[in-house]
Each structure stands twice: as C-alpha cells, then as structure tokens.
C-alpha cells in the first residue's frame, strides 16, 4: 500500500465543487480520510503535480486532459454528469484517456467498460441518526432531496392518501424564502418543506416515521447512486422506494428487499424490524473507513500500472 512506501503517492482530488453533494462525499470527505496514506490535496482551477488525479464530475477539456495524461494516472467519478448513452459516446476522447471509472451505481458500469476499466463502488453512509428502536408513531414521512428530483414525488402525493404528513427537505437558496407546498405542486395532504441543512436532515432522521425516495424515468434518475437510500437504512428509518429503482436493485444484491410506497409492508413492524437489523451492518459496511480501503485499492492498482 501507499502508506508503507518512504515517500507516500501524491493523489489530487477535484475540482472543488462545494455546492455539489458529490464534492463533499467523494472529494472532501474522501480527500481527508486518504491522508493517513498518501500525499493528498485538492484543487480548483489550478492543478499541481500529482500521481494520481481523482476528477470529480467535471473533466477538464479534451487538450488538458491530454496534457494532464502524460505525467499522472487519471481517475474519473461521472456523478450525475450524462443524461443519455448518446452523450457518454460522445465524450469517447475523454473517457479513452482515463486508466479508472468509478460509477456509484452499478447499472452505468456496462456504458463506460468500452473506455476504461470501470470500477463501482458505493459512496460512504454520511448523514445517519441514532437508530431508534421504535419509529414516533406520530411522525412524518420524510423525502430529501434538490428541488429539480420532486416532480415524481408530488405526483405521487397528489394521486395517494398519505397515512401521515409529508415533510420535504429541499434546497432553498440563500435570502430566498421557502417555498410553500403549493409552490412546488402539492395539491392534496398534509405536506411541510423545510430548507435542507445538514442540521436538519439529521433532526428530522430522529422525528420522522418513515422515508420516501422516489426516482423519475429519465437516464440521470434511473442511474442515481442509493446513498441516501442506504442513509435512511442506516438510520434505522423504513425506506420506500420503487421496484425497478437503482436502489432496489443494489440493495437487493446485498440481501435486503426494499418496500414499495403502495405495500403495507413499508410502514409495518417487520419492515422496521428488518431495517434496524440490516442498518446496523450497512453502518459498518459502508463506512467511510471501509469505503477509504476499497478506493485505497483501486489508487494502488493505478500506481502499479505507471
């Protein structure tokens, strides 16, 4: 591993991006967690010299990348970056020249093996709440996420009678201010949106009953990593979700069968029960630590190829 050799690799990690949740899952949180084994910074515009350059999301131009190619390995994370097949071939010049493709969910990975060897892996299980052993059977349902992912969410409010209030925690831009329910679309139940923070995402954890996490149809939705999915498990906090999602399908490989937002089974006692047992070994299992170790390899395995 890096660690043992005398002079540790120098991994870089970018573009900063503070505004995405995927900067600060996979290149802040990352960054920091790798610096016990390697020489680890991160850039904005400008790069320095580096072993093995981690791009997050945004390539640089096809002749920088070129450049950039000749003295470092290069690692990209496509996270949410393609909205079709068609566009991911058409970047075929900058895929070529990556050595890694890391994807966060595993239905991209036959769309990128043409260009690099391609790797998937999970993001880390970040924000998670104590788990309960009991949900408040007064509480909410709880749905997270950017505004531009509601539509699929508001439809479905609006055609079902939801057994409790629905709190949605969105995006709300700075001295702007919230936008009530009939704002977004809500046209029917009890619905409450609060401004995202980390604060509240967490506090809301504790005090809802259960969660919702749905996905419309386009290329990005149904291509969408299940972290969160796996944050509301972590939590101990029942998740629905639907059958075809991405989510449905990888946690299914890992033994556990998602509820549906039209099953009893979602907000039942053995659903819980089967939450908070698989939640406390998604906590070890997607930890950051155990995360760091897996992407430690992947690095390793780039180095070894110089």
């Known amino acids: 591993m890096g660690m043992l050799s005398s002079t540790p690799a120098k991994i870089q990690f970018g573009p900063e991006a503070p505004a995405f949740g995927s900067w600060r899952w996979l290149g802040a949180d990352l960054a920091a967690s ?5 020489q680890v910074t991160t850039y904005g515009h400008e790069v320095e010299l580096a072993d093995v350059m981690v791009i997050i999301k945004f390539l640089p131009a096809l002749g920088v990348l070129r450049e950039l190619r000749r003295t470092r ?6 996270l949410d970056v393609y ?4 566009e991911i071939d058409a970047d075929a010049g900058r895929l070529l020249l990556c050595d890694r493709i890391v994807v966060h969910c595993e239905r991209l990975t036959r769309y990128f093996r043409s260009y690099a060897p391609v790797v998937a892996l999970p993001h880390h299980v970040k924000y998670i709440a104590n788990i309960l052993p009991e949900r408040p059977a007064d509480g909410p349902l709880l749905w997270i996420g950017v505004r531009g992912n509601l539509p699929p969410v508001v439809e479905w409010a609006n055609r079902c009678e939801l057994p409790a209030e629905l709190v949605v925690l969105t995006d709300v831009e700075k001295g702007v201010s919230t ?6 679309g809500f046209r029917r139940n009890a619905v409450r949106v609060e401004p995202w923070s980390a604060e509240n995402h967490l506090a809301w954890l504790s005090r809802c009953r259960a969660a919702i996490d749905l996905k419309g149809d386009e290329f990005r939705a149904r291509h969408k990593p299940d972290a969160k999915v796996c944050d509301y498990i972590a939590s101990g906090v029942p998740v629905a979700v639907l059958p075809d999602s991405s989510a449905a399908e ?3 490989r890992l033994g556990f069968e998602l509820a549906s937002p039209d099953e009893e089974r979602w907000l039942s ?3 819980l029960a089967d939450t908070i047992r698989f939640g406390r070994a998604l906590r070890e299992l997607h930890s950051l630590e155990r995360v760091t170790n897996r992407w430690a390899r992947v ?8």
Do not use: H, K, Q
């Open 34 to 38: 790798l610096a016990n084994r390697y």
């Open 73 to 78: 390995r290069i690692i990209f994370c496509p």
């Open 83 to 86: 909205g079709s097949t068609s």
């Open 179 to 184: 936008p009530t329910p009939r704002d977004l």
């Open 250 to 252: 990888s946690l299914g």
């Open 269 to 271: 006692s053995d659903y």
């Open 299 to 306: 690095i390793e395995d780039v180095l070894a190829e110089r």
